[in-house]
């Protein structure tokens, strides 16, 4: 092959406007014997392609995915906040209150306990609604990563 053509392709090739049989021609022209000499610093880049696509990956990945037990601490921790919170509030409000909870009738205090139990369960199940969103992704991770 003519150095003058191969010298047009090069150019062409570093422009990165070589087609698939140019790039074809360049490297089966650097693997032959016969490079001209002003031309051979391009030789090993041209080689060096075939080499790397030879190359085997040989070590050895791990595909066991690391368990992860955090999911039911947060589950735990938010249910804890969610407890914490409401004694916080309670203790906000019955604090204007100077009987603090002692009532003279059992219905009354029984309503009243139903209010604070309800509100307690609406805490906990937002909580829990929460952890349900990152279950979902554990399992969507466990699928993607199987």
């Known amino acids: 092959m003519?150095?003058?053509?191969?010298?047009?392709?090069?150019?062409k090739y570093f422009e990165g406007e070589t087609s698939i049989q140019e790039e074809r021609e360049l490297k089966a022209y650097f693997s032959s014997t016969e490079v001209a000499p002003h031309l051979e610093s391009?030789?090993?880049?041209f080689t060096n392609f075939q080499k790397q696509?030879?190359?085997?990956?040989?070590?050895?990945?791990?595909?066991?995915?690391?368990?992860?037990?955090?999911?039911?601490?947060?589950?735990v921790a938010a249910s804890l906040v969610?407890?914490?919170?409401?004694?916080?509030?309670?203790?906000?409000?019955?604090?204007?209150?100077?009987?603090l909870g002692t009532f003279s009738n059992p219905e009354e205090a029984f309503i009243e306990t139903q209010k604070a139990l309800n509100m307690v369960s609406t805490e906990v199940n937002k909580?829990?609604?929460s952890i349900e969103v990152l279950n979902e992704y554990e399992q969507t991770k466990k699928t993607i990563f199987k």
């Open 53 to 75: 696509k030879e190359l085997q990956f040989t070590k050895a990945l791990p595909l066991q995915p690391r368990k992860q037990n955090h999911v039911k601490w947060i589950g």
């Open 2 to 11: 003519e150095s003058r053509q191969i010298e047009i392709l090069l150019e």
């Open 82 to 99: 969610a407890l914490f919170g409401t004694l916080l509030y309670f203790n906000n409000n019955v604090t204007t209150n100077q009987d």
């Open 127 to 129: 909580g829990v609604k």
């Open 42 to 45: 391009y030789t090993p880049m």
